[in-house]
């Protein structure tokens, strides 16, 4: 009889589980490899012993701030991309602007875990393998979107900043790394709501609002309205990234351990030179959750992207949720940061969104926990999204981007 039920699109645990372990666990390469066989089936009916059952526990709660391709960006000034921001020490104004979005599950409370997360981060490792390797531009392309709360004590209203960036970085001999950076760019009240107390106060077109510091916090000055886009370099001579404390070249990139052993000895060198003393497990998983998941935009070989999505899967601390929507309503994994960051809108906590199916990077999001009383009078509650990148392209490419004609430099 034919067989006509339809493919659940979910990924077979077996096969995924198996290519995603370790090269030294291969039974191929194991004295008894029918036992290694039976203890891999016993572990997904349901044991709760060895280091595959480990992978695949629950998670401690986590959080964070954001990172990925935009992220890596848009803190770079002139010179070459550094990495994403430090929690510990946030820049004066966070690097991606976005508001609240309610299609994405706060990390942590309230949020269900579902053992397949894992697995199906595993699935993006697995698919991540088979991308196409080599190209002359590796280009992306970033949604970012901010809430910010602006006005007196009283008279607080939440502020949105939204805009598209287009990141070029060649890696041939001769070409250079371009970005272009507030590409239909706006900032305006954030709901309807919010636009009538900006009126009451006046329609001002330039507000202020707190932004946090390595010291407390700080006013910025910020435009209502469209803004021109900006150009950029972003490569200085043949270093076109950041990976950890370290500007690399493509030559480095490629040269980049493919499994997961491998790599994540490679950034555990780079954490103790960045760091200096061990901050603590939550950071050290913060740390290196951050450079795997900005490796995933990079580009590297298809078995570096893979191993560093091994890497990130099994991190302490590190929580992996079953499927989430990110801000543009695309369903992917969650991958929750073990660290909060406080600011001024309140406690936030961040989430990676990663496409099992093609294993993209989609979004990165930073979710309100607990609101401060500014962000509370100015109507913004626990569970929004206060901030997000999301990449709707990231591949290679023959020719350069396009700078627009009115573009800043």
Known sequence: MKNTHKPSGRPDVLKVLADARPEELDPSRLVDPARQRDDLAR?????????TARFLAPRRRSAFRPLGAAALAAVAASVVVVSAVDWQEPADRPTAQPPSSAGTDAPGDGADLRVDGHIELLSAARQA???VTEGTYWQTTTRSENVDVAGDEGHLFAVRSASTEEWSVGVRPGTGSL????LDSVTEPRTAADKDRWRAA???SKVEIEVGKKAGTGRLVTVIGTRRPMVMRTNVDDKIYAVGPDNVTYKDLRALPSTSAELRRHLERLYARDNGADTGTSNRSAWMLRQAGNLVTMPVKPGVRAAAYRVMADLP???VTGRVTDPLGREGVGVDFPVSYR???????????????TGAMLSDVLVLVDPSARAKEAGLAAGMTVNYNATTRMSWGERQITVPGNARS
Do not use: C, K, Q
Request: charged share 20%.
């Open 317 to 319: 601390g590190v929580r």
């Open 179 to 182: 970005m272009v950076s507030g």
């Open 343 to 357: 600011g001024p809108l309140g406690t936030t906590r961040e989430r990676l969104i990663v496409d099992p199916s």
């Open 43 to 51: 572990i997904v009916a349901g044991a709760t012993d060895g280091r």
């Open 202 to 204: 006046g329609s001002p």
């Open 129 to 131: 393998e088979s991308a």
